[in-house]
């Protein structure tokens, strides 16, 4: 009988423990994030530029991270799937909205127009992680994707190496590397990674 | 503002809505989870303390006796792993104020210096 009542403390420790110490840990490392490129890689590059910190795809980019710093919690899973959801179902409205963002920003250099399109990425990737990590159902379809990807992956590695003849020791390594590149290379082309990057910079720069 | 603007718009104030509605689906689940278990702590210790008036001095040591040593144990360590998480994260929080503190003095006087309005400690504002 004490095992129900140790059973309920844990279900009450389990709800504590996502809702006061796993959300604020994903939130402060998805802003970690976010700030390393605002302050480590973004103003570092335009200093050395030489229209420096007055560089219009400056202004830009930092107001995008300060969007996404400023709305990272506010961001759900289930939003981000109805917007591209509909995104996909809109292809008009969606390809408008893509053609708006870049056109805030394009530049001619090409050098800073390279770069952005780098920052713009890796800010949707951390802001897409985020949605991810913060949600039971995100969680558990993370699992489910990846499980199926590493062993997709362990086991093609493991035939290309039995039918090539290598020894077990390279078909591990394959294995690995496959692992590795799993996840990633399964969700770019499930979620269409321009449709999600549009998605959840329209509503960061919504914020500012 | 064109049609596509106009869908995109809609659109969004229904992703809100949605969102809100999520929220409060998700604030039910969690009163009706913590009721359970409050439900839960007592169902088990009812047996143990019901009906034993004269002995309900010693309730408190009964429990204490029913409880296996291994389960108190990993209760202990899950008591003192959240004690220091929240040790280091008021430490980190600290290191946060000052870093903000002092990225805020390097770049004072910037051009075209934005904010992203976070309180001082990295929070969302209230």
């Excluded at chain 2, 992703?15 to 007592?42: N, R, Y």
């Excluded at chain 2, 040790?87 to 003095?105: N, V």
């Amino acid at each position: 009988m004490i095992e129900t009542t140790l059973l309920g403390i844990g279900i009450l420790a389990f709800m504590g423990m996502w809702r006061w110490m796993a959300r604020p840990t994903y939130l402060d490392e998805a802003r970690d994030q976010l700030f390393d490129l605002r302050d480590d890689l973004v103003r570092p590059f335009f200093l050395k530029q030489k229209a420096g910190l007055h560089h219009p795809q400056y202004i830009a980019l930092r107001n995008l991270i300060n969007g996404h710093l400023r709305y990272t919690e506010s961001v759900s899973l289930l939003g981000f799937v109805v917007m591209l959801v509909w995104m996909s179902r809109n292809e008009a409205a969606a390809r408008s909205l893509q053609v708006k963002h870049e056109a805030a920003f394009s530049t001619d250099d090409q050098e800073v127009r390279e770069f952005g399109e780098k920052i713009r990425k890796e800010a949707s990737w951390i802001m897409m992680g985020y949605t991810i990590k913060t949600s039971v159902i995100g969680r558990t379809l993370l699992f489910i994707i990846s499980t199926r990807s590493r062993v997709g992956n362990c086991w093609r590695a493991v035939k290309e190496a039995v039918s090539s003849g290598r020894l077990p020791l390279a078909a591990a390594t394959a294995a690995s590397v496959a692992t590795m590149s799993g996840i990633a290379a399964h969700m770019v082309p499930t979620v269409g990674a321009g449709a999600a990057q549009s998605a959840l910079e329209e509503r960061a720069l919504q914020q500012i | 503002m064109n049609k596509n603007e106009l869908t995109l718009s809609l659109k969004k104030q229904s992703v809100k809505a949605l969102e809100l509605w999520l929220g409060l689906i998700k604030h039910a689940l969690s009163v009706a989870g913590g009721v359970l278990a409050i439900w839960l702590i007592f169902e088990g210790l009812e047996p143990i303390l019901a009906g034993r008036d004269a002995a309900a001095i010693s309730a408190f040591a009964r429990v204490i006796d029913s409880l296996k040593l291994g389960s108190s144990l990993g209760y202990l360590w899950g008591a003192g792993a959240t004690g220091f998480y929240l040790l280091e994260r008021s430490g980190k929080k600290r290191a946060i104020k000052k870093k903000s503190a002092l990225q805020k003095q390097l770049e004072e006087g910037e051009p075209n210096r934005t904010s992203c309005h976070l309180t001082e400690t990295g929070n969302t504002p209230q």
